[in-house]
């Protein structure tokens, strides 16, 4: 199946938060596309971008089904890596061009629910007219719900079940795993690809350890949740975004090997041409390109040199 990157849409869409006061209704003859949507991917684009169509033959609305949080976060969050906060990931949602984005609280009482009860709980007398979903789609307690249990729903309540495999040009499937990975590995290229977009990190600018501004280039630090710590170790050419302004810049990710025992895991971003005091200010960070890994440098006029270097990269390629 070819996958498609949708246009980043100007309009927003509802934000709907499953409370006492979600009225169910909303689902009457909708097309949904159900997930959890992690990176919001090329192959969840995709996904969505059939909820999209299937909704406009129709007339229905289109809407996405996701929860607050990554089920994983109850589940294993000693061993999750995530490519989005799960803010970021639900207003990236809103901007996909569908009408609506339905956010369920995912909670350990809810998780404990037979696939029935889930979906009962889900929809309960309002069902959609169609349902896209990705081929390995679970849901219920301990994953029991399949594809085939949703089909059987779909048939008994009107539904059409449309369950798709997500993948690239290559074949190979189109996962957040897949490009976890890719990540880790440092590819920024193609995890880029499979994204649809430059992968980023953002947060609030926090002092350093200083070295960089004693070397002739002063960094900004962000320190990255243990969560979002997907990238791989090493220096990274990158754009960074300032209030709405961009900046060419040279990143690195990671404990640097010269001051090791005097650091710990961060992201020190070396902005070109920029003059001025970022303290407490916000930052988007978006990675094109990986330089170099991680080295232990035998004295300072060597670091020096190899971080102009990359600098020199950054100005002449970006």
């Known amino acids: 199946m070819r996958v498609v990157c949708f246009r980043r849409e100007l309009f927003v869409a509802q934000i709907f938060k499953v409370d006492e006061n979600f009225d169910q209704s909303l689902f009457n003859g909708a097309s949904c596309a159900f997930g959890v949507f992690d990176g919001v991917h090329k192959g969840h684009q995709f996904l969505i971008e059939c909820a999209k169509q299937s909704a406009k033959a129709s007339g229905g609305k289109s809407l996405v089904l996701t929860f607050d949080i990554d089920p994983d976060e109850v589940f294993r969050s000693d061993q999750l890596k995530k490519l989005m906060t799960n803010s970021d990931r639900i207003a990236t949602l809103a901007r996909t061009g569908v009408d609506g984005v339905v956010v369920f609280p995912f909670t350990t009482k809810f998780a404990a629910s037979t696939p029935e009860e889930f979906l009962r709980k889900t929809f309960g007398d309002s069902v959609p007219a169609y349902l896209h979903v990705g081929f390995d789609f679970k849901f219920g307690a301990r994953a029991k719900g399949t594809v085939d249990d949703l089909r059987f729903w779909g048939e008994t309540n009107g539904t059409i079940i449309d369950a798709h495999g997500l993948k690239s040009e290559d074949g190979a499937p189109i996962t957040a795993t897949r490009?976890?990975?890719?990540?880790?590995?440092?590819?920024?290229?193609?995890?880029?690809?499979?994204?649809?977009?430059?992968?980023?990190?953002?947060?609030?600018?926090?002092?350093?350890?200083?070295?960089?501004?004693?070397?002739?280039?002063?960094?900004?630090?962000?320190?990255?949740?243990?969560?979002?710590?997907?990238?791989?170790?090493?220096v990274y050419a990158a754009w960074t975004d300032v209030e709405g302004k961009r900046y060419k810049a040279a990143v690195n990710v990671g404990v640097p090997a010269t001051f090791a025992d005097r650091s710990h895991a961060t992201c020190e971003v070396h902005l070109l041409d920029f003059d001025g005091d970022l303290y407490g200010r916000n930052i988007r960070v978006e990675f094109l390109h990986w330089l170099r890994p991680m080295k232990k440098f035998d004295d300072i006029d060597e670091l020096i040199a190899t971080v102009k270097g990359n600098i020199a990269w950054v100005r002449e390629n970006l």
Do not use: Q
């Open 179 to 234: 490009i976890r990975m890719l990540l880790g590995e440092g590819d920024i290229v193609e995890a880029n690809r499979l994204l649809g977009y430059p992968y980023y990190v953002g947060g609030r600018v926090e002092p350093g350890r200083g070295e960089g501004a004693d070397m002739g280039f002063r960094t900004a630090n962000l320190e990255i949740d243990k969560l979002m710590r997907v990238l791989g170790d090493g």
